[in-house]
C-alpha cells in the first residue's frame, strides 16, 4: 500500500497523444480510465497520481514540481525553454515511425527561398518562443504572431507570409498549396522528470519503471513471436532465414513414436511483423513445418 509520500504525480497528455498514451500504458501494465469532464483519471496502482494536461504546457508543470514527471512532446519542452530530465523518447506513429517536424513554410506562388528571406515579414505558429530564437540567431527581424489553429490555412489565404507548422508526411501541407523551405525542430514523445523527483530514490525508481515498461510495450507493437518444428538436417536453413533479436531458441522435441526414429527441432524467435509474408513461403521451403505467429505485449 503507498504511502501518501510514496505517490508519484504522472501528467498524461490530453489530445492527439492521449489515447496512444493511455493504450501504451495499458500495454505497459497500468489501467487508466478517463471520464468524460474530468482532467483526474482512476488508475489501478495506488502509487500512481494521474493529471491530463495538454503537453504545450506540461512542461511548466514537471519543470515547477506541481507534476513529478509526464509525458509530452520534446518541442514543448524547446518552446518553454524549461529544465527537466528526460528520462525516455518514444516513437508513437504508425504512419512514418519516425519523428514528426517543425517546418517552415510558404505559399507555393511565394518568392520565398530560405528563412532569410523572411526580413519583415510576418510568421504565424503556435511555436512562438523557438520561432523568435530562431529569427533571432539568424538576425532575421520578423513579426510572429500566435496562431490559434488552422495555421496553415492562413499562410494559403495570404494572412501571413508564412508559418511555422508539425507535419508528419508534409502531404497536409501540400494539399494547402505550401512547400517546406526549412525543417527547424523534429519531436517525439517524451517521459520527462522534474529534478528534484529524479533525486528521490522512490520516485525516480518508479519513473525507471514507466518508462522501461512503456518503451518495451512500443518496442513489441511492430514485432511478432514465431514458433515452428523442422528436422535436424534443415536446421542451418531455416536459421539462416531467421533474423532476431539475439539468436533464435532451438530446442529438442520429446521423442516420441510418432517422430518414427527422426531428430526433430522447435525453434522460438522474435522477429519484424514487416517481414512475416516475405518470410513464411522461404521457411516452409527449408523445412520448417507447423508455424504458429503469436502477438507480444512488451520487449524488454
Given at each position: 500500500m503507498a504511502?501518501?509520500?510514496?505517490?508519484?504525480?504522472?501528467?498524461?497528455?490530453?489530445?492527439?497523444?492521449?489515447?496512444?498514451?493511455?493504450?501504451?500504458?495499458?500495454?505497459?501494465?497500468?489501467?487508466?480510465?478517463?471520464?468524460d469532464r474530468s482532467y483526474i483519471p482512476r488508475v489501478d496502482d495506488p502509487s500512481l497520481s494521474c493529471r491530463l494536461l495538454r503537453p504545450q504546457e506540461m512542461p511548466r508543470y514537471i519543470a515547477d514540481g506541481t507534476l513529478d514527471a509526464g509525458i509530452t512532446g520534446s518541442d514543448w519542452i524547446v518552446e518553454n525553454d524549461v529544465d527537466v530530465v528526460e528520462v525516455e523518447s518514444?516513437?508513437?506513429?504508425?504512419?512514418?515511425?519516425?519523428?514528426?517536424?517543425?517546418?517552415?513554410?510558404?505559399?507555393?506562388?511565394?518568392?520565398?527561398?530560405?528563412?532569410?528571406?523572411?526580413?519583415?515579414?510576418?510568421?504565424?505558429?503556435?511555436?512562438?518562443?523557438?520561432t523568435r530564437r530562431?529569427?533571432?540567431?539568424?538576425?532575421?527581424?520578423?513579426?510572429?504572431?500566435?496562431?490559434?489553429?488552422?495555421?496553415?490555412?492562413?499562410?494559403?489565404?495570404?494572412?501571413?507570409?508564412?508559418?511555422?507548422?508539425?507535419?508528419?508526411?508534409?502531404?497536409?501541407?501540400?494539399?494547402?498549396?505550401?512547400?517546406?523551405?526549412?525543417?527547424?525542430?523534429?519531436?517525439?514523445?517524451?517521459?520527462?522528470?522534474?529534478?528534484?523527483?529524479?533525486?528521490?530514490?522512490?520516485?525516480?525508481?518508479?519513473?525507471?519503471q514507466i518508462g522501461v515498461l512503456m518503451k518495451g510495450a512500443l518496442d513489441a507493437e511492430s514485432r511478432v513471436g514465431?514458433?515452428?518444428?523442422?528436422?535436424?538436417?534443415h536446421l542451418d536453413a531455416v536459421i539462416a532465414l531467421l533474423p532476431s533479436i539475439t539468436a533464435p531458441t532451438v530446442s529438442q522435441l520429446y521423442p516420441s513414436p510418432n517422430l518414427k526414429g527422426i531428430e526433430w527441432l522447435a525453434i522460438e524467435t522474435v522477429i519484424s511483423e514487416h517481414t512475416v509474408r516475405?518470410?513464411?513461403?522461404?521457411?516452409?521451403?527449408a523445412g520448417a513445418v507447423g508455424i504458429i505467429e503469436f502477438p507480444l505485449n512488451k520487449i524488454i
Open positions: 504511502t501518501k509520500a510514496n505517490v508519484l504525480k504522472l501528467g498524461i497528455p490530453k489530445g492527439s497523444l492521449e489515447a496512444q498514451t493511455i493504450e501504451l500504458l495499458r500495454k505497459s501494465g497500468w489501467r487508466i480510465a478517463v471520464g518514444f516513437i508513437y506513429s504508425k504512419v512514418t515511425l519516425t519523428p514528426t517536424r517543425w517546418v517552415l513554410c510558404v505559399p507555393n506562388a511565394s518568392p520565398v527561398q530560405r528563412l532569410e528571406d523572411l526580413e519583415g515579414k510576418r510568421v504565424a505558429t503556435e511555436m512562438v518562443a523557438f530562431i529569427f533571432a540567431e539568424r538576425k532575421v527581424q520578423v513579426e510572429v504572431e500566435f496562431s490559434w489553429g488552422v495555421t496553415e490555412a492562413k499562410a494559403a489565404d495570404g494572412l501571413v507570409d508564412a508559418v511555422v507548422e508539425v507535419t508528419e508526411t508534409g502531404s497536409s501541407l501540400r494539399a494547402n498549396g505550401l512547400r517546406i523551405v526549412e525543417e527547424l525542430l523534429t519531436s517525439s514523445p517524451v517521459l520527462v522528470a522534474n529534478r528534484a523527483a529524479w533525486d528521490d530514490p522512490w520516485k525516480c525508481e518508479k519513473i525507471r514465431i514458433k515452428m518444428n523442422l528436422k535436424r538436417e516475405e518470410l513464411y513461403p522461404k521457411l516452409r521451403e
